[in-house]
C-alpha cells in the first residue's frame, strides 16, 4: 500500500493550514474521510432520503436496502454470526452505556465485582462506576505493567468467582498497548462472568472477529474509521441481546401497543429507537468497502512500520518521555508523550502553526493521567494515509518548539 496513492482519496488532507500543507495526526479522536464515504453519505440525500421500515414506496424501500446492507457489511467486518446482533448507536459510548444500562444494572447485586482497567477512556469508567453506585457492586482494577500493558497474569490475578462484568478496551487510547483480549475473555468465562469490549481504537486498526476472540459485547464508533460522525455499532452475542429490555421506547423498536402496554420488536430492531441514523450507516457501510479493498492486514501492517518509525525518530528528541511500551509490536498507530516542562496544549499550539494537528490533553483518560503522573500529554496518532515523511516533519516541529520555548537554555 503506497499512503500517498490512499492520501489522494482523502479532498480535506489536500488543504493548507497556517500556510503549511496540513499533517493531520490526530486520528485516534476522528479519522479523515474519503471521498467515496462523502459521496455515500450525498447520494442517499439527493436520491434515496427516506425512513426506512415503514413505507413501500420506491425510495422508502431503496433506503430500507442500503440501512440494512450497511448491517450486513458490519456483521462481516467483524465476523459477527447473525446480522441481528448489530446494532447501530451513536457511537462507542452510547453502545457501552446500553449495556451498563440494560445489562448491567439487570444482572448485578451486593457482592459482584465489575473489573476494568485503570486505563480506560472515560466512557468504559462512568458508566460502570454508577452500575456500581446504583446496584451495590465493587468496582475494581487490574494491575499494570510499569509500561501500561496488562498480561494475562495480572488480568487472572484480578477475575474471580465474584466477577460478573470484565470491560476493557482492545488498545488504549493513549498508550496504544494492545491487551490480549482473547485470553482474557475465557478468563472471564471460566468464572462465569461476561466480556464488554471497547473497541474504538482496534477496530478502525486491527483486523477483528468477535467469534475467535469469544467476546460478548464489542462497541465501537464510525468516525475513527473513515466513516461519518455519530454513528456507532453494539456487536452482543444474541443470547444476550435477547434476554436485554431497550434503553430507549417509540419508533422502530415497537411491535405493538396497546392503551394498557406494548411489545417489542425482535432483534436488532429492539435497540434502535425512533428514525435510525440512516445516512450515518450508509456512509459507515461506505467506509467498511474502503477499508475491505486496502484490507486490514495490511492497514494494520502499515500503522505498525509508521509507529516504528515515529518510536525511532521520537527518540532522538532530548528530553522527550514516550508513554507505553517501546515495542511497535505491543501498539497501535499512536504515541503519546511530554517533551521537558512544556505543556501538552502549548506544543499542539506551536505544531499547529506548523500546520500539524495533533491532540493534547488527557484524552478523556483522567485516572489514567494520574497513573502516569502529568495533567496531561500530547498526542500524535496516524493512520494509512499518514506517511513516514511527516513523522519527520512532527519531530522538526517539535525541536522548533523546543528552540521556541528556550528548552534546555542555563
Not at 496504544?176 to 485470553?183: A, D, F, R, S
Not at 465501537?220 to 434476554?243: C, D, N, Q, W
Not at 512544556?342 to 494520574?370: N, Y
Request: proline share 4%.
Amino acid at each position: 500500500m503506497n499512503p500517498l496513492s490512499v492520501k489522494a482519496d482523502f479532498p480535506i488532507l489536500t488543504q493548507v493550514v497556517n500556510e503549511r500543507p496540513l499533517v493531520y495526526l490526530d486520528n485516534a479522536a476522528t479519522s479523515q474521510k474519503p471521498q467515496c464515504v462523502i459521496d455515500a453519505v450525498s447520494h442517499y440525500y439527493e436520491t434515496t432520503n427516506s425512513n426506512v421500515h415503514r413505507g413501500v414506496h420506491t425510495l422508502g424501500s431503496q433506503a430500507t436496502d442500503l440501512y440494512e446492507g450497511a448491517r450486513a457489511k458490519v456483521q462481516a467486518f467483524i465476523k459477527a454470526n447473525d446480522a441481528a446482533e448489530i446494532i447501530f448507536t451513536r457511537g462507542t459510548t452510547a453502545s457501552i452505556n446500553i449495556v451498563a444500562s440494560s445489562y448491567a444494572m439487570a444482572q448485578l447485586q451486593v457482592g459482584d465485582e465489575i473489573v476494568i482497567s485503570p486505563a480506560e477512556h472515560h466512557s468504559n469508567l462512568i458508566p460502570w462506576q454508577q452500575v456500581a453506585q446504583q446496584t451495590g457492586a465493587t468496582l475494581t482494577y487490574f494491575e499494570l505493567e510499569v509500561d501500561g500493558r496488562l498480561t494475562v497474569e495480572k488480568a487472572a490475578a484480578a477475575i474471580n468467582k465474584q466477577t460478573k462484568i470484565v470491560a476493557l478496551a482492545q488498545a488504549s487510547n493513549v498508550l496504544g498497548t494492545i491487551n490480549p483480549i482473547k485470553e482474557i475473555a475465557a478468563i472471564a468465562h471460566a468464572n462465569g462472568a461476561i466480556i464488554v469490549v471497547d473497541g474504538a481504537q482496534s477496530v478502525p486498526h486491527l483486523p477483528v472477529d468477535v467469534q475467535e476472540l469469544d467476546i460478548d459485547f464489542l462497541a465501537f464508533s464510525g468516525h475513527k474509521m473513515m466513516g461519518p460522525t455519530g454513528i456507532g455499532v453494539l456487536y452482543g452475542k444474541r443470547a444476550l441481546l435477547e434476554a436485554m429490555d431497550p434503553v430507549e421506547y417509540g419508533g422502530e423498536m415497537i411491535d405493538f401497543v396497546t392503551l394498557e402496554g406494548a411489545t417489542w420488536k425482535e432483534l436488532p430492531w429492539k435497540f434502535e429507537a425512533g428514525t435510525p441514523i440512516i445516512a450515518g450507516a450508509i456512509g459507515l457501510g461506505a467506509a467498511i468497502d474502503y477499508l475491505n479493498t486496502i484490507g486490514m492486514a495490511t492497514v494494520a501492517a502499515h500503522g505498525t512500520e509508521l509507529v516504528a518509525y515515529a518510536l525511532e525518530r521520537l527518540r532522538t528528541i532530548e528530553g522527550i518521555d514516550i508513554h507505553g511500551p517501546l515495542d511497535p509490536q505491543q501498539r497501535t498507530a499512536l504515541v503519546s508523550f511530554n517533551v521537558g516542562d512544556i505543556h501538552p496544549h502549548d506544543l499542539s499550539t506551536v505544531l499547529d502553526e506548523q500546520g500539524i494537528a495533533i491532540r493534547a490533553g488527557h484524552h478523556c483518560a483522567q485516572p489514567l493521567m494520574k497513573w502516569l503522573g502529568a495533567s496531561s500529554t500530547a498526542r500524535a496518532s496516524f493512520y494509512m494515509y499518514n506517511t513516514k515523511a511527516e513523522v519527520d516533519a512532527l519531530v522538526a516541529a517539535i525541536e522548533l518548539t523546543k528552540e521556541y520555548f528556550g528548552y534546555g537554555e542555563a
